[in-house]
């Protein structure tokens, strides 16, 4: 799926999540993209601006603040999405063809339980520490 968005149509895969979100739901703000998305606020800014830059999504202010704001798919976006969608949905059925009926659900449920477990465990663990990934690997430990 990477070489075909990235090599063909020239989109990221975050950058299509963002796109195939829009399409299903329609016009939403960053924050609520971001949290359907399941992705923190400053990576779905970034990835907006570049659909935006690439003519794929259109940021309008709301009227009376313009710090609030609904991304919307452009003309484009739409073309996009509806050329690409059909292909990823055959990869992925493609992908699962070997899996019968009962290996899909259980496959289904494992993924649902250990998302579940996941988000329970961010809320749990570490919440008093930010990431700091522009530091990269070579920052010191701090005791």
């Known amino acids: 799926m990477v070489r075909l968005l990235e090599g063909r149509y020239g989109i990221a895969r975050r950058e299509w999540r963002l796109l195939a979100l829009l399409a299903a739901r329609g016009p939403m703000s960053p924050s609520a ?3 359907a998305a399941q992705l923190d606020r400053p990576r779905t800014s970034r990835a907006a601006g ?3 830059a690439k003519g794929l999504v259109q940021r ?6 313009a710090r609030r704001a609904v991304l919307t798919l452009t003309e484009s976006g739409h073309q996009l999405h509806d050329d690409l969608f059909p292909q990823i949905a055959a990869i992925n059925a493609r992908l699962v063809a070997v899996l019968d009926d009962a ?12 998302t579940a477990h996941a988000r329970q465990l961010n809320t749990e663990l570490a919440q008093d520490v930010r990431a700091d990934r522009r530091a990269g690997g070579s920052r010191r430990i701090r005791p």
């Open 103 to 114: 290996q899909l659900a259980v496959l289904d449920q494992a993924l649902a339980q250990l």
């Open 33 to 35: 993209l971001a949290e």
């Open 60 to 65: 309008q202010a709301q009227s009376g603040d």
């Open 50 to 52: 570049v659909l935006a």
